[in-house]
């Protein structure tokens, strides 16, 4: 779970330093891994929404939309999948 928040807060620097485990976000990203994604699934997830174009426009690039539910994950990295193009930069 460590690895995973740690790959959002590259792209979300101002994001807490760390997870604490009673947060939403934990515990989303924990019930995506016992479903059965690996961290880089989770990984590729999070870069996936940062290509999704309303997720963008629209400032919606939560942990809580990424990990949602089992098909929004997998809506993510069929994103990351099918547009292997750089990520989102926030400093841009």
Partial sequence: IRS?????????PRAAPK????????????????AGYTVDDCRKAIDGI???????????????RVFRNEGTVAKFIELT?????????PRL
């Avoid at 995973?4 to 979300?12: A, C, F, L, P």
């Avoid at 940062?50 to 809580?64: G, M, Q, R």
């Fill in 81 to 89: 999948d099918n547009n292997p193009s750089p990520t989102w930069n």
């Fill in 50 to 64: 940062h290509k999704d174009d309303w997720s963008v426009a629209n400032k919606a690039l939560t942990l809580e």
């Fill in 4 to 12: 995973v928040y740690e790959h959002w807060r590259k792209k979300h």
């Fill in 19 to 34: 997870l604490a485990t009673d947060r939403p976000d934990y515990k989303r990203i924990r019930k995506a891994l016992e």
